[in-house]
């Protein structure tokens, strides 16, 4: 499975997920990208996005997205 860490996901908690392979926004070079923008690039090449925005799915549309 991959994962990947928004920029306000502590990085240290990727030790909780090691049989994961996990990257995060920033090293995918998408650090300060807005959500939006975000979701369109990240769509279809990670499993799970954690993040720690809790009204992302009252600011976005996220039906008809490739990941879930």
Not at 10 to 37: A, C, F, H, I, M
């Amino acid at each position: 499975m991959k994962v990947v860490f928004d920029e306000n996901v502590p990085w240290p908690l990727r030790k909780l997920l090691s049989d994961y392979s996990v990257t995060s926004v920033q090293r995918e070079g998408l650090g300060g990208t807005e959500n939006g923008e975000l979701l369109a690039a990240l769509d279809g090449r990670f499993d799970v996005l954690i993040l720690c925005d809790k009204n992302l799915r009252y600011q976005q549309n996220l039906k008809g997205r490739k990941s879930r």
